[in-house]
């Protein structure tokens, strides 16, 4: 059965949950793990006679024995009543209200309590035909919002109150076991909200964790729901996934359900069943990369890991423009660049910021092979220099032979001094200038240059 022969379920009502209340002295988690401002926020809330948690993945890595990167909260204060508290107070989100309390640059997140969004105000709370949410702004209890919760290892709750946890869901045991687990149906969770399906791939890695066979049985066949998925969302969703020290593996499990193909439909149409296409040596080598980048502490760039993934499918574009229009290489990889950005902003919202610094770090491929005259000595002043470079040697390893030999040059070029760069750039001799960093250049009699348009981005 594929995906569009399947019904959409009627929402169930979600699960009772059996509370267990873990008290201090029966976990490890210290308030001096807690951040400070956190720390703020849970005890003016329980002063002020509200219910203050600490929930989710900071109690989880708490419970891990790691540091948690952000510490949400959750109250039975509205947002309102939590913006009346906090003078530093910021409340955003449509599809389910929040208050974000700042701290200068630290952000400490409270939501209210989830209540269940059956039978209620089209205004407040909808779904789509599908069963997806669409509008969430609906307040409950904390058993309520534990019952929202996706996972069960997420839907744990440290009570500032009496420092004790209170488990909904049996997320202690799944902590033990290193099992990921949903809360509820899994379809009817995944139809709710199918970014699931991407958070469990990547609770699984980041943890390095299983997940529960329930849990993975609809991924693959309910993948394609992540088209319905607005493009802004699956932007930070991929950044998510393939930025924060766990790419590679990520990438391959997501493959392997099916996700990745979602999320960059492009990609996917080159992909091999023995893994040995240009593309896929490329995903491999940019991911690895950025992995040790973030493992180094080294700064990276969403931009190069685009320009990285869409190299070589925006070659084959511009080979097949060629060939259908006769343009010549460079007018070629312009159209094509143009045209596969296009298309893959529909699917992941790439901000313009990065998708002119995709294209720049493409046109850099077609300068870097011409280097005579003083044209070496410009390249290597310009801004966007040393980002080609770093491409150029991606593709080098992956490539051999020409390429790899002109990164090599650029290599010595960059740490010679200015009579050794004087003399390599004269030994090149005008005749031999190399124009080989893409595919051979067509030299049709009939050459057609591409019409002048608004360059798309």
Known sequence: MNNNELEPREPHAYPELALNIITRQDHNISRQSISENALKVLYRLHGAGF?????????????????????????????????????????????????????????????????HHQETNQHIAAQSEAGMLLRDNVYGTIDEDAERRDFTINAMYYNIADYSIHDYAGGMEDLEDKLVRLIGDPEVRYREDPVRMLRAIRFAVKLDFDIEEDTAAPIEQLAPLLRDIPSARLYEESLKMLQTGYGLETYHLMREYNLFQQLFPQIAEHFTEDDSSLTEQMLDLALDSTDIRIEEGKRINPAFMFAAFFWYPMIKLAEQIMETHQYNFYDAVMEASNKILDQVVKTIAIPRRHTTTIREIWQMQLRL???????????????????????????????????????????????AGRNMRQAMVADLGSSTESHKAGPRRRKPSNRKRKPKGKTAS
């Open 51 to 115: 219910e203050a948690y600490l929930v989710g993945g900071g109690v989880r890595d708490l419970l891990l024995g790691s540091t948690p990167k952000d510490f949400d909260i959750a109250t039975n204060a509205t947002p309102e009543q939590i913006r009346q508290l906090f003078r530093n107070c910021r409340l955003i989100g449509r599809r389910f209200r929040l208050a974000h309390i700042m701290f200068g640059r630290d952000i400490v997140e409270v939501a209210t309590f989830r209540g």
């Open 369 to 415: 092979p011409r280097r005579t005259g003083k044209r070496a000595f410009r390249l290597l002043e310009l801004n966007k220099f040393r980002a080609g470079f770093d491409f150029l040697e991606m593709r080098g390893e992956i490539e051999g032979g020409e390429v790899k030999q002109l990164a090599n040059w650029w290599q010595t070029f960059q740490n």
